[in-house]
């Protein structure tokens, strides 16, 4: 068959929005259980200088491409060509008005997306991406997978791997985006790009009245764990008592739990005992000089019997990255972080904690673990995305002192988080930031908290909020997270209320939090 001509053949481009703003990419790790996801796409067939969607305001809308009322769309995909006329075009939309109507629009189930996978099988022969077809089911699932989790040492029946969803908020505010008229302000077109101003003008945080003052009464330095000793023969006794214990026909496998073991007890001790003349708390004695050989070595190590041993005897090892976290030569040399020391035993130990039942259960691993993010943020170390997944969960573990450690370990990361905010392209910082932030929020809806807890939890938020670039963004997660409220309940509680001279520094922590998040 011949090749259509040019003059008949036309573009069929797929225009791709973002109901959630950016928040999906933002908070979806958090609020999903560590399922991300990088947009809630809204789509549009454009074709014949028109832009053509389903919604539940007005059921199938047209508009010139670009000036809808989602604004400027954030991914362009080239679909294909059509031999289909305008004419014809306009035909076709006109049948499928009888079957996408407002009335039969549902965010799940039957969706813009819906529409314009059955619209570009009729033009082109073909549908869109799968993966925005498949957004709603893979959302579901993540629900579902969240709910079927077993319940570990959590409080209040959060999962185990981080805070119960507040989706509530995001889910309506999605869905109202989506059925939004067009009669909306038409935005720009697609070629042209608004320039941001941010940085010429002052922080809207300088301008309140009256001004925040709680921020002047936090601490600026970050809170170290190194006053226990390492006790070397009860490490070594600890790890062959449970090596002995592994029952397993592989001989490699014995081979190489005993070869971690020599490579933790004869390597690893003696380089953290050579350094444990320490006097003053955040002034660690030098230890010995950076050792790339025993760095991969020992994160080897750490990976073998992290594998192998339960979660209960992992304790020893987490107390020697403890110290080694408490050393800034060792937390943020660049030798440690590419060998990924720290990084790479957080990611054995998240899902191994996350299985935990109870209190109770390992309860010197969760603590030590505590302590080594407090003392790895203090040094400005990088504990990946598995180290925020432990903080989350720690600040949400049922036991009290647990909880504790975890919200010191917070106020340390958000003291670095709030410098690196303040740096020129901060936009990864951010993300990192609101997913913490939304722990801390979900955290303090905790009724048990002592309020010591509670003080540093709400200094954390203070720490991250002040002068966050993204005011937007902070708007919108107070808005799907409730904070107002939820500042405002911890502030009423009798941890809170009976705290004696603590009370009026937590409460005016709280009270201008509160202020941040509606700014």
């Not at 709680?214 to 600026?220: C, D, Q």
Request: with cysteine.
């Amino acid at each position: 068959m011949a090749e259509p001509t040019q003059s008949t053949v036309h573009k069929v481009e797929l225009y791709c929005y973002d109901l959630s703003g950016g928040l999906a990419r933002q908070l979806s790790a958090a609020l999903l259980g560590g399922h991300h996801m990088e947009a809630v796409w809204h789509t549009s067939i454009v074709a014949h200088g028109q832009e053509v969607f389903f919604g539940g305001g007005e059921g199938i809308s047209i508009t010139a491409p670009g000036r809808s009322h989602h604004g400027n769309p954030v991914q362009v995909t080239q679909l294909g060509q059509t031999e289909i006329d305008k004419e014809t075009f306009q035909m076709l939309i006109d049948d499928l008005r009888e079957r996408f109507t407002a009335s039969s629009y549902n965010l799940f189930n039957y969706n813009c997306n819906n529409f314009s996978d059955e619209f570009s099988k009729i033009l082109i022969g073909s549908g869109i991406p799968q993966h925005i077809l498949n957004m709603p089911a893979d959302f579901q699932t993540a629900l579902r997978n969240m709910s079927n989790r077993p319940q570990g040492g959590m409080a209040n029946g959060a999962p185990a791997g981080g805070p119960a969803p507040p989706l509530g908020g995001l889910v309506d505010m999605i869905n109202q985006r989506a059925q939004q008229s067009t009669t909306s302000q038409p935005a720009a077109p697609p070629s042209s790009v608004a320039e941001s101003s941010t940085n010429a003008q002052p922080h809207p945080h300088d301008s309140l009245s009256p001004p925040i003052t709680s921020l002047s009464s936090l601490p600026a330095s970050p809170t170290y764990f190194i006053a226990s000793p390492i006790k070397p023969d009860a490490l070594a006794r600890s790890l062959d008592e449970h090596i002995r214990a592994v029952r397993s026909p592989d001989f490699n496998a014995k081979a190489d739990l005993q070869e971690a073991r020599k490579i933790i007890v004869k390597e690893a001790l003696p380089w953290i005992q050579d350094g444990s003349g320490s006097s003053a708390v955040g002034k660690v004695a030098a230890r010995r000089n950076v050792d790339a050989q025993l760095a991969q070595r020992w994160r080897k190590a750490n990976d073998v019997l992290c594998a192998q041993l339960p979660t209960a005897a992992l304790f020893p090892l987490v107390d020697l990255l403890r110290h080694a976290a408490a050393d800034g030569n060792a937390a943020n040399h660049s030798t440690y972080n590419n060998a990924q020391l720290f990084s790479s035993a957080l990611e054995s130990l998240a899902p191994k904690l996350g299985k935990t039942q109870g209190p109770d259960e390992a309860r010197s691993t969760w603590m030590t673990t505590m302590y080594l993010l407090a003392n790895l943020s203090a040094n400005k170390g990088d504990g990946g995305a598995a180290g925020i997944t432990l903080l989350v969960a720690g600040l949400l573990h049922a036991d009290l002192k647990v909880a504790n450690v975890a919200a010191t370990a917070a106020y340390n990361l958000c003291l670095v988080l709030s410098e690196r905010l303040r740096q020129p392209n901060s936009a990864s910082v951010e993300e990192v930031a609101l997913e913490v932030l939304t722990a801390l929020l979900e955290a303090l809806k905790r009724t048990d908290l002592q309020a010591d807890t509670v003080h540093r939890i709400a200094a954390s938020l203070m720490r991250v909020m002040w002068r966050f670039p993204d005011l937007e963004a902070l708007t919108g997660l107070a808005e799907v997270l409730e904070a107002s409220e939820v500042l405002k309940e911890a502030g009423r509680r009798d941890n809170v209320v009976g705290a004696g001279s603590d009370r009026v520094a937590i409460e005016a922590l709280l009270k201008d939090c509160e202020r941040l998040m509606r700014t």
